[in-house]
């Protein structure tokens, strides 16, 4: 029988691996979250908590200064 961790990792791993096919690059901060909530020092609640801060912070960033740019030019895909 697989143990509660063994279960997070292994749902952990899957989730992870079906965002990077989608192009998402999860950042360090993400990562090291993923890894305690796998260990079970951080709670699911408090891991999406702590994405979404992170969201809200970059969003204010960028809409302080549109300078910014969070995403890479991507080719418009136009040339066939």
Do not use: C, N
């Amino acid at each position: 029988m697989t143990s509660t961790k063994e279960a997070r990792r292994f749902a952990t791993q899957q989730s992870l691996a079906s965002s990077r096919l989608e192009g998402h690059v999860p950042s360090p901060e993400y990562l090291a979250d993923i890894e305690r909530f796998v260990d079970g020092t951080m709670s699911i609640e408090q891991q999406i908590a702590a994405s979404l801060e992170r969201a809200r912070v970059l969003d204010a960033r960028l809409s302080a200064d549109p300078r910014l740019d969070a995403a890479p030019d991507v080719p418009s895909g136009d040339a066939a």
